[in-house]
Each structure stands twice: as C-alpha cells, then as structure tokens.
C-alpha cells in the first residue's frame, strides 16, 4: 500500500510555469507506475500523464504535449509534473494516483492524493 500527496498547485498567470510534486510513502514507490489526472469545475476527471516504474515509458494527453514533463526520482519517492506555458484551460484540480499498470485510465490507479489546485489566470 502507498499514501501520495501533492504539492506545488498555486495561481499562475497564462503563460506560467508550476512544478508539482507528489510524494508517495512507503517503501514500495517503485513498484508503482504513476499518473497524474485533472479535474476541471463541472467536468470529468482526465488522465494528463504517467510514467512508468523505472520510467522508461511516458505517456501525455494530446492537449499538454510539449507543454508538461513528468518525472520521478525513485530515491526520493516522489514523481513530479513540470508545467510550462500554462493556458487557462489547465486550470483544475491536480491528482496524483499509483497503480500497477501504465495506464490512461483513472480506474486502473489504486491510490489516490487528495489534488492540488492549479488556476491560470488571463
């Protein structure tokens, strides 16, 4: 079992950048693929990106694509999703999830942190 939290959600203008963190408990993080989700007011929770144990396979939704860069450093039990040119569309909540599988799909994540609110602002 593991416990992540995130960290780094704040208000940004367009154009910004923000890091997140998403520090995951136990000594099992790498055992874990890792994702990070989004939930916008009023619109279902999307997948944005995932990376695998070892991270040598990532994964991006089309909209942050050369945008976004995740990463992780297993020796810190952390994975991090670096977000460059922030667009007002990006705002939402931020959730970080670990699982077992490299996945798009939130289902397939076991573990959940609580999110972390990113807003762009015009």
């Known amino acids: 079992q593991v416990q992540v939290v995130e960290s780094g959600g704040g208000l940004v203008q367009a154009g910004g950048s923000l890091r997140l963190s998403c520090a995951a408990s136990?000594?099992?993080?790498?055992?874990?693929?890792m994702g990070w989700f989004r939930q916008a007011p009023g619109k279902e929770r999307e997948f944005v990106a995932a990376?695998?144990?070892?991270?040598?396979?990532?994964s991006y939704v089309d909209s942050v694509k050369g945008r976004f860069t995740i990463s992780r450093d297993n020796a810190k039990n952390t994975v991090y999703l670096q977000m460059n040119s922030l667009k007002p569309e990006d705002t939402a909540v931020y959730y970080c999830?670990?699982?077992?599988?490299?996945?798009?799909?939130?289902?397939?994540?076991?573990?959940w942190g609580q999110g972390t609110q990113v807003t762009v602002s015009t």
């Open positions: 999830a670990a699982g077992y599988e490299f996945a798009k799909v939130a289902q397939e994540y076991d573990y």
């Open positions: 136990g000594r099992t993080f790498s055992s874990y693929c």
């Open positions: 990376i695998t144990r070892s991270g040598g396979l990532i």
